[in-house]
């Protein structure tokens, strides 16, 4: 499986910044993912992010809001624009190693622990 | 509505006991996966089942796929503190690209 890293591991930042994400995957992948996730719920999928095309977004989340860059096959970047204290999560990205047409797995970073003040 | 119906939410028991968790769906799934995370962490894989009926074992850690891979459980046997965590079923859908998670259950072992 994938050896995923995350940048930074969290932050405290305040409203109105910009916090930027960086996740490093140790081979290439095609498929990386962005999720958040509030302490002890499950995870909500924010987009889905392609080597070489647009991120897409799940209903919910916007490109001006959330804006991704995937600039190569191991490394992906998630900016959270104009913080409010709503954002204040854990974001996780995570990538797919798929056997099959039908069959795939993902494997996830650590996470990043942004707290918005 | 979530499309994997995943319970109980939390679970507290002493060390020892036994315990299931399970998921729910009125869809087919290709395969569907069980993450446990702990706090601080991100989920870690603990299987993939793809066939319906399948059981895989993994040391006290049973996990078995409905017939109709619309459904599938995790049972933990002689739960031990170490098992404390948040367990996440995700179930992939057939062509599909993107997980769907249940909700998670949070398992808390007293010692």
């Known amino acids: 499986s994938a050896v995923i890293s995350q940048k930074p591991s969290r932050d405290i930042c305040q409203r109105g910044t910009s916090l930027t994400i960086q996740c490093q995957v140790d081979s290439q992948v095609t498929m990386m993912f962005w999720y958040r996730q509030q302490p002890g719920q499950s995870l909500t999928l924010i987009a889905t992010?392609?080597?070489?095309?647009?991120?897409?977004?799940e209903s919910g989340f916007v490109i001006d809001k959330f804006p991704i860059s995937r600039p190569n096959l191991t490394f992906s970047t998630l900016t959270v624009s104009n913080l409010s204290p709503e954002d204040s999560s854990i974001y996780l990205c995570?990538?797919?190693?798929?056997?099959?047409?039908?069959?795939?797995?993902?494997?996830f970073g650590p996470g990043t622990r942004l707290t918005v003040t | 509505t979530q499309l994997l119906e995943q319970s109980p939410q939390f679970l507290s028991i002493q060390e020892g006991e036994n315990l299931t968790v399970y998921c729910n769906s009125s869809s087919v799934f290709s395969s569907l996966q069980w993450y446990r995370q702990e706090p601080g962490e991100g989920p870690v894989l603990l299987v993939t089942?793809?066939?319906?009926?399948e059981v895989k074992k993994l040391k006290r850690l049973t996990f078995q796929f409905g017939d109709a891979r619309k459904d599938s459980s995790l049972h933990i046997t002689a739960a031990q503190p170490g098992d404390t965590g948040l367990y996440l079923c995700a179930g992939s859908m057939e062509y599909g690209n993107k997980l769907v998670f249940g909700a998670g259950t949070i398992l808390r072992v007293k010692s």
């Open positions: 995570s990538v797919e190693d798929r056997e099959t047409a039908v069959h795939y797995e993902q494997y």
């Open positions: 089942v793809v066939t319906g009926g």
């Open positions: 992010a392609n080597q070489g095309s647009e991120a897409t977004y």
